[in-house]
T-cell receptor, first 112, second 116 residues
Framework: GEDVEQSLFLSVREGDSSVINCTYTDSSSTYLYWYKQEPGAGLQLLTYIFSNMDMKQDQRLTVLLNKKDKHLSLRIADTQTGDSAIYFCAETHDNYGQNFVFGPGTRLSVLP | EPEVTQTPSHQVTQMGQEVILRCVPISNHLYFYWYRQILGQKVEFLVSFYNNEISEKSEIFDDQFSVERPDGSNFTLKIRSTKLEDSAMYFC??????????????FGSGTRLTVV
């Protein structure tokens, strides 16, 4: 079946950029998403990218997609302490309305 | 911003007991889902529900599990006879359309189920 992998931990200093990486196996993926989970909270949709795009920018967030390598990244510019959370990569494909497949999540720690 | 609401936030139950986890999806959403996350593991799909019936279910969703939309607003997950391995965070989600497209799913904040 489909699989999504992420590194589990990332630490950065406040003000630096964070880059969270994700790889996936489903070549039929149509949409790829980044969700954020703060302590005690649900999964909050941060951004998405459609599979025919290479890049999407949304304020401090930049998503890069390398479809050939099935590699997705989320860059957070000027990382703040409020960005400390777990970030989940997820993919789905439209053709069959398949349900989301999530990665294990990357725990981002922002150090002052 | 509309929210998916889940209650309770934390439930402790004895092994073998029945539990019902409750969710109120976003009011104009038509598709409903349950996912779970065992501590330290991935978020896993359990079941999707549309038009008062199950659309898809995973291998995890065995006969011990059932879902129901008892009225126009609630969506429940019942576990008939809980096992220790059912301990997890259970997330409810809803979506306006399916496939979810650009809006993804809206998730609740989860119910942490602890089976002792």
């Amino acid at each position: 079946g489909e699989d999504v992998e992420q590194s589990l931990f990332l630490s950065v200093r406040e003000g630096d950029s964070s880059v969270i990486n994700c790889t996936y196996t489903d070549s039929s993926s149509t949409y790829l998403y980044w969700y954020k989970q703060e302590p005690g909270a649900g999964l909050q949709l941060l951004t998405y990218i459609f599979s025919n795009m290479d890049m999407k920018q949304d304020q401090r967030l930049t998503v890069l997609l390398n479809k050939k390598d099935k590699h997705l990244s989320l860059r957070i510019a000027d990382t703040q302490t409020g960005d400390s959370a777990i970030y989940f990569c997820a993919e789905t494909h439209d053709n069959y309305g398949q349900n989301f497949v999530f990665g294990p999540g990357t725990r981002l720690s922002v150090l002052p | 911003e509309p929210e998916v609401t889940q209650t309770p936030s934390h439930q402790v139950t004895q092994m073998g007991q029945e539990v019902i986890l409750r969710c109120v999806p976003i009011s104009n959403h038509l598709y409903f889902y349950w996912y779970r996350q065992i501590l330290g593991q991935k978020v896993e799909f359990l079941v999707s529900f549309y038009n008062n019936e199950i659309s898809e279910k995973s291998e995890i969703f065995d006969d011990q599990f059932s879902v129901e939309r008892p009225d126009g607003s609630n969506f429940t997950l019942k576990i008939r006879s809980t096992k220790l391995e059912d301990s997890a965070m259970y997330f409810c989600a809803s979506s306006e359309r399916r496939p979810a497209g650009t809006r993804g799913y809206t998730f609740g904040s989860g119910t942490r189920l602890t089976v002792v």
